[in-house]
């Protein structure tokens, strides 16, 4: 086994304090190999070369490949934009239809297809990791599905749709979905998966209709 190899076998340590200012060009490009190659594939190597800096560099600040992998994903920006201290508002449009699709913004879906590949290609670590698989579930995950409850919830306030829906059950939908197409059928959702999924399963699950044209969206 080599060095390097070794190193890269080491388990992460979590939880460390560290002062991300000079390192985040490296974060950054750990996270785009990991999200080409998967974490298996992954080399400190390929990071230095992606950053352009020195392996000896990485190793100084990371003493093995899933500490620095451990690193780089806790400080991945979320794919949506802060709000309100910190909390993220979803668009109000008026209407539940317009406010799920408002929130599938083109940039939006790249970043969170970033990130979908980014989960696949740590995939393999998260068992052995499980406050990887929480710091993920934290950046991802939920931040989804509380723009969805919130924009149920102005649905139900304006008597748009029933006080009675599942707003838990509903608000987990779209999240699950991509998740489930990232982790299973590896492939990351589109614009147009989302808005179909809107159209046919959210909408209906509520009693509305999506309307006949929305080719303009």
Request: glycine share 4%.
């Amino acid at each position: 086994m080599t060095t390097e190899t070794a190193r890269d076998a080491e388990p992460a340590r979590l939880g460390r304090k560290r002062d991300h200012s000079r390192d985040q060009d490296i974060l950054d490009a750990a996270l785009d190999v990991l999200a080409e190659v998967g974490y298996n594939t992954m080399t400190v190597d390929m990071v230095a070369t992606r950053a352009k800096a020195g392996k000896a560099t990485l190793y100084r600040r990371w003493s093995s490949k899933a500490e620095l992998v451990v690193d780089a994903i806790a400080c991945m920006k979320r794919p949506l934009p802060q709000e309100r201290d910190g909390t993220y508002v979803p668009p109000d449009t008026g209407t539940l239809r317009g406010d799920l699709v408002a929130m599938v913004k083109p940039k939006a879906v790249t970043d969170s297809n970033r990130h979908l590949k980014i989960m696949i290609g740590v995939a393999s670590m998260m068992s052995q990791e499980p406050q990887l698989f929480e710091a993920l579930t934290a950046i991802m995950v939920k931040p989804r599905v509380e723009s969805y409850r919130v924009v149920m919830q102005r649905a139900i306030d304006r008597c748009e749709i029933r006080p009675d829906i599942d707003v838990e059950l509903l608000s987990s939908l779209g999240p699950a979905m991509a998740m489930y197409r990232a982790m299973y059928e590896q492939q990351a959702p589109s614009r147009e998966s989302i808005i179909h999924l809107i159209d046919t399963v959210i909408l209906p699950a509520v009693g509305l209709s999506a309307p006949l044209e929305n080719a303009d969206e």
